[in-house]
T-cell receptor, first 118, second 117 residues
């Protein structure tokens, strides 16, 4: 199994540009998440989804959008890139409530996408 | 609101010595607690979890963690450190509540564990 696959691994954007970070998982997980990781700040939840067609905001959603048209894919869209969005972005997935609350929180992470906005 | 504190940015341990990475938490009710590890240029990997039951939880790679409700702590431990244990460790918490939900975990800021040969 590939697990959680993120593309691209690295990207440099200019201020105001747009881009989409792709995320796909092949584990048939219901729940998917986007986090950003900044040095010394831990992980912050941007958006999450409990299933196809359902998304919700996390702790730091401003400047981002998501969609979940299929169980496998959960792309993250940056519409107008800003330097504050320079970060490492992680997509993750989990089974969801079918495995109980505990199972919903055992996350499988992708390898990350490092984004720099100049 | 729930929160996690990892008071040490870095922990240095000699290979073969026991290690402890500290974590304290704050939730309104009962907690679910987790430890994740991140190796350089990789995503986080699940190590272990406390849901209920025994306060001492065993996980991957010989790690264990002890849940202490009175001290609201969930310290990560290993009896004998290996150089390969060097990584960034994250403690995470969510409140146990019947409604469940996928609004995810609250992560600590992470602790760099450095095992010296």
């Amino acid at each position: 199994n590939a697990g959680v696959t993120q593309t691209p691994k690295f990207r440099i954007l200019k201020i105001g540009q747009s881009m989409t970070l792709q995320c796909t998982q092949d584990m048939n997980h219901n729940y998917m998440y986007w986090y950003r990781q900044d040095p010394g700040m831990g992980l912050k939840l941007i958006y999450y989804s409990v299933g196809a067609g359902i998304t919700d905001k996390g702790e730091v959603p401003n400047g981002y959008n998501v969609s979940r048209s299929t169980t496998e894919d959960f792309p993250l869209r940056l519409e107008l890139a800003a330097p504050s969005q320079t970060s490492v972005y992680f997509c993750a997935s989990s089974y969801g409530r079918a495995r109980g609350i505990a199972g919903a929180n055992v996350l499988t992470f992708g390898a990350g996408s490092r984004l720099t906005v100049l | 609101a729930q929160s996690v504190a990892q008071p040490e940015d870095q922990v240095n341990v000699a290979e073969g010595n026991p290690l402890t990475v500290k974590c304290t938490y704050s939730v309104s009710g009962n907690p679910y607690l987790f430890w994740y590890v991140q190796y350089p240029n990789r995503g986080l990997q699940f190590l272990l979890k406390y849901i209920t039951g025994d306060n001492l939880v065993k996980g991957s790679y010989g790690f264990e963690a002890e849940f202490n409700k009175s001290q609201t702590s969930f310290h990560l431990k290993k009896p004998s450190a290996l150089v390969s244990d060097s990584a960034l460790y994250f403690c995470a918490v969510r409140e146990m509540r019947s409604g469940g939900g996928a609004d995810g975990l609250t992560f600590g800021k992470g602790t760099h564990l450095i095992i010296q040969p």
